[in-house]
């Protein structure tokens, strides 16, 4: 058995922890927040209750690679149930309305029912939807099923053909406007395609239910497991430096002055809280190219959060609609993001919802607001309320039945995040993946200190719930091999 200290007690971090604690080895979790799981969190406001993080959870069709690792953290198993609502997002453009449903058969239906011009390049976007859910064994009728070696082979060429198209480019393949919203909706113009049929599959193959409870409860689940398991997790501490000496890590020091030695180290912190920080050198030069190449771009969001005064909603998980272009470029985006949480009924008081919307931002965008808050929090507060007060504008002119009904609870932005996470643009996922590129995972070793690992999202674009928790099962793996030498 080894001791395994792992520093940061978000969803890599308690991975890390679980799966070290399954692996026999003695875990310390030390985590700077009051509470463990980062990014996957909640908070409440009044009588309504904030979801930070999960979209859907890739992995929660039993039939995935991934499910089993959900079981293993407690995110999943022992009576916790999920939510696969009628669609994931819905894009309005033009008086059409077009919805991501969780049956490829329906989706197709409903993209040929609006643009029968379209079919052509329907039937071949639909069948590399199919391609990767097989890849992903969730494929079939029942999302059960998994490719054989004539499928591999019919399937790879057409889907190899969307690996060089951005998103943009996709939508221009289309002729009906609603179509091209519909593939730019989520994500913008610039993300790789791939990327996007990767959702798609993974929400037709039933595989990105929604826990129950939501985030927070997720991330409570995982620290349960955790301690029940016989870990320790140590809150309110956060890593000042990794002592290293003879090209090991000997211990961490904390800033309360304590320290503590340990036979492995896993750093699950932000890189850009990592490395000239905790850790006396330089970021590795693969994760470093990564963070300097121009097209692979950090990403954060702003995000407003209202309370509504209505039981029954125009719309189902998440809307997607044009933004005015007199207000596109004081919002930084063409198309708006709004998502309503009925699923969940504890999250706001009997007779009410709450609605949130998210807004991404890149690069000058998310630095402004970062700088505002720590030059002129005057300024950064005007900003935001202008920003909400546009957004709930926007969403009562294109929701009538809204109109009257909302009123701000909660507004966050990037520099919210680099607060919080140490991130350089606040960001909560990684790299955004663009066209031309494979997500291939780099090494979670550092050179010249062979019993110190990383276990980060900013290891795989586009980072994100299962790789950072994949990271941390990783980390463990790692360590297991090289107790056995």
């Known amino acids: 058995m080894a001791r395994v200290l792992i520093i940061g007690g978000g969803v890599a971090g308690l991975s890390a922890g679980i799966y070290a604690r399954m692996s026999g080895h003695e875990a310390t979790v030390c985590e700077k927040h009051i509470i463990a799981g980062g990014n996957l969190t909640g908070w409440d406001r009044g009588d309504y209750h904030i979801d930070n993080c999960i979209h859907w959870l890739t992995g929660s069709n039993p039939h995935s690679p991934l499910h089993q690792m959900w079981l293993d953290l407690g995110v999943l198993g022992n009576g916790v149930g999920t939510v696969q609502g009628n669609s994931l997002m819905s894009c309005e453009r033009d008086g059409f ?277 720590r030059e002129d929090r005057a300024a950064y507060k005007a900003k935001c309320e202008r920003l909400a007060s546009v957004l709930q504008y926007l969403i009562e002119d294109h929701c009538p039945t809204l109109r009257g009904r909302l009123s701000l609870i909660d507004f966050w932005t990037p520099a919210s995040y680099e607060r919080f996470v140490g991130s350089r643009l606040g960001s909560f996922m990684s790299f955004a993946i663009p066209e031309k590129f494979l997500p291939i995972p780099l090494s979670q070793s550092v050179d010249g200190v062979d019993n110190l690992l990383l276990a980060t999202q900013w290891l795989q674009s586009p980072g994100g719930l299962p790789i950072a928790a994949e990271q941390g099962k990783n980390a463990i793996k790692a360590i297991n091999k090289l107790v056995k030498r």
């Not at 053909?161 to 406007?177: I, M, N, V």
């Not at 989520?186 to 037709?204: E, H, M």
């Not at 708006?336 to 919802?353: D, K, M, Q, T, V």
């Open 97 to 373: 309305r077009l919805s991501l449903k969780p049956s490829l058969r329906d989706l197709y239906r409903d993209m040929v029912e609006i643009s029968p011009e379209d079919e052509g390049e329907i039937r071949k976007f639909c069948s590399a939807v199919e391609f990767l859910m097989g890849v992903d064994n969730i494929a079939g009728e029942n999302c059960d099923e998994g490719l054989n070696a004539g499928r591999v082979f019919r399937g790879v060429g057409p889907l190899l053909k969307y690996y060089g198209l951005t998103t943009g480019q996709l939508a221009a393949r289309f002729k009906h406007p609603a179509l091209q919203c519909f593939i730019t909706g989520f994500w913008g113009d610039d993300f790789g395609a791939f990327a996007l049929i990767y959702v798609y599959a993974t929400y037709c193959g039933r595989n990105g239910a929604l826990p129950e409870g939501g985030s927070l409860k997720a991330a409570e689940r995982m620290t349960e497991k955790f301690k029940s398991l016989g870990g320790t997790l140590h809150l309110k501490k956060e890593a000042a430096r990794v002592e290293i000496e003879g090209g090991k890590a000997r211990a961490v020091v904390f800033t309360d002055g304590s320290r503590i030695e340990a036979d492995y180290i896993v750093l699950t912190t932000d890189p850009a809280a990592t490395f000239g920080r905790i850790l006396d050198m330089p970021m590795p030069k693969k994760l470093k190219a990564q963070y300097d190449n121009p097209k692979l771009r950090p990403f954060s969001a702003y995000h407003a959060a209202f309370a509504c005064d209505l039981t029954e909603l125009p719309f189902e998980g998440d809307l997607i609609f044009d933004v005015p272009k007199e207000y596109a470029v004081e919002l930084g985006t063409k198309q708006l993001i709004l998502r309503e949480f009925s699923h969940e009924p504890s999250y706001a008081p009997e007779g009410n919802n709450i609605l949130q919307t998210m807004t991404f931002c890149f690069g000058e965008d998310c630095e402004e607001f970062i700088r505002l808050r």
